[in-house]
């Protein structure tokens, strides 16, 4: 991939910055566009170490700082994860988002090597999307126990979970069972309109007192 070192206004704008991005790394950028006066830029997924360096090392934009490496689910899409990396340049007083596509199974490279922070960020990403980052060092759960099945933030995963833990006294021990929502166990609030209530609550008959 070749990158042109396109100089940059003074005092650039987001519309300035994207202009530059893309006119320097044409075969790495897919587009840009600017929304309430913030920048995002579509990169294409093999290139994003790549486009992450020269955003860091030019002296034309330095962005220095990392701030976060999050994820986004499209389940309707064929690449259904976007993989969302937000920047800050302290020197422009600017900041960048960029947005890679990839799919269940396809891995992002790891920009680890770039950034250190981006280990806990992917780790995170990986633990509530399930994606796969290549290169990682310790690609492996964060936040929920090793043992969790499934993916928490993506949309198709039940509320209740999969699997539900609880510590058995005769045991000692926490154990691990399917979740059941048994009958007995629910809560009938029937002044809930959620339950479907019909009959005519007390006060309720004077809202047709003027028919």
Request: include cysteine; hydrophobic fraction near 35%; glycine fraction near 8%.
């Amino acid at each position: 991939m070749s990158i042109k070192f396109v100089p940059l206004t003074e005092g650039p704008g987001p519309h300035e910055i994207g202009a530059h991005v893309q006119n320097s790394m044409t075969d790495a950028i897919e587009g840009y566009e600017v929304a309430h006066g913030e920048l995002t830029v579509r990169v294409k997924r093999e290139h994003i170490v790549t486009v992450l360096q020269f955003l860091r090392d030019n002296k034309e934009t330095q962005f220095t700082t990392l701030i976060d490496i999050c994820g986004v689910d499209w389940p309707e899409r064929a690449l259904r994860f976007d993989v969302v990396y937000h920047m800050l340049s302290m020197r422009q007083n600017a900041r960048i988002r960029l947005k890679v596509e990839t799919d269940e199974k396809t891995p992002v490279p790891s920009v680890s090597g770039v950034f250190p922070c981006a280990d806990w960020f992917e780790r995170e990403a990986f633990d509530m999307y399930g994606i796969l980052f290549s290169g990682h060092p310790d690609l492996r759960r964060l936040l929920t126990d090793y043992g969790f099945q499934g993916f928490p933030l993506r949309k198709e995963f039940p509320l209740t979970g999969h699997v539900e833990v609880r510590y058995d006294a005769e045991q000692r021990r926490v154990i691990y069972e399917p979740v059941k929502l048994p009958a007995a166990y629910r809560n009938f609030d029937f002044e809930s309109p959620w339950e479907g209530m019909q009959r005519v609550l007390p006060g309720d008959e004077k809202a047709n007192d003027g028919e």
